[in-house]
């Protein structure tokens, strides 16, 4: 009943606050299909903050030379901590967050915590990033959605949003669909077939038609075990280790 409530809260959903140069970029992606549809029923909320209406000199000035030289230019703390102590409430239903290539590797067990933290402040960077002492200063938890570098953090913020937006209560259809999904179980997803069979002379496996759900079951674990074990390697080693632990 309370997992309900909360779930349908419409005073305090979800939030996602995000911190940029360039405000347009959102809602763009999460404004349609299903986060959009669960933005539009207040199932989650977004907001952004304009960075620079945090600029105080007169050329409303975000960014400066870096300190010992070198290419590109960097956000300055003062502007950024302007636009944060404005913005976040300090309080413990909040994590602030700034995506970088610097960051710890996104997954699905940190997106489960972040799902469950009241509102997201999310710091996008531009140009060649932030100033070591704001990430400090303000003790922001740095985030990389991948190993490559983008044009700014908006991508990895959206990223982030979308894979927390689905896990909300409400948002998805039937939650027992996620629980059976890819990397809850610790491996990849099994192959998927559907109408027309055959299709460009391609049949769809057998067992599939069979009607044998426990033959049906079975299979598609091995082929789930199979492409993790090509495929990914670490995922699979963390896998066998999880289930040998497990059945001790
Ligand atoms: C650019 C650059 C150029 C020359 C020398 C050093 C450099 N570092 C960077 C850089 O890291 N730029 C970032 C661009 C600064 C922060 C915002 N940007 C960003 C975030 N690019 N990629 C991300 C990101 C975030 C989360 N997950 C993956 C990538």
Not at 160 to 179: F, K, N, S, Y
Request: proline letters at 7%; hydrophobic letters at 35%; charged letters at 25%.
């Amino acid at each position: 009943m309370s997992e309900e409530i909360r779930g349908s809260q419409s005073r305090f959903p979800w939030t996602a606050t995000v911190l940029t140069l360039f405000p347009e970029m959102f809602p763009g992606p999460l404004g349609g299909s299903l986060p959009g549809k669960a933005l539009e029923s207040g199932l989650w909320a977004l907001e952004t903050v304009d960075i620079r209406d945090f600029a105080s000199n007169k050329h409303r000035n975000v960014d400066d030379a870096p300190f010992g030289g070198g290419p590109g230019m960097v956000m300055r703390p003062d502007v950024l901590a302007s636009a944060l102590d404005a913005t976040a409430t300090g309080g413990e239903d909040e994590a602030l967050i700034y995506l970088s290539p610097r960051g710890a590797p996104l997954n699905q067990a940190r997106v489960r915590e972040l799902c469950a933290i009241r509102r997201l402040v999310l710091v996008c960077g531009r140009f060649e990033g932030l100033d070591e002492r704001v990430i400090q200063a303000r003790g922001l938890e740095e985030i990389s959605v991948g190993d490559y570098i983008l044009s700014g953090g908006e991508p990895a913020a959206v990223v982030l949003i979308d894979a927390c937006v689905r896990l909300l209560p409400g948002v998805v259809g039937a939650p027992e669909g996620l629980v059976e999904e890819s990397f809850e179980t610790g491996l990849l997803e099994y192959p998927q077939y559907t109408r027309p069979n055959p299709w460009e002379g391609r049949d769809v496996p057998e067992v599939l038609l069979s009607g044998h759900h426990e033959r049906v079951r079975q299979w598609r674990k091995e082929q789930a075990e199979e492409v993790t074990r090509e495929r990914r390697p670490d995922l699979w080693r963390r896998h066998r280790r999880a289930t040998q632990t497990n059945e001790e």
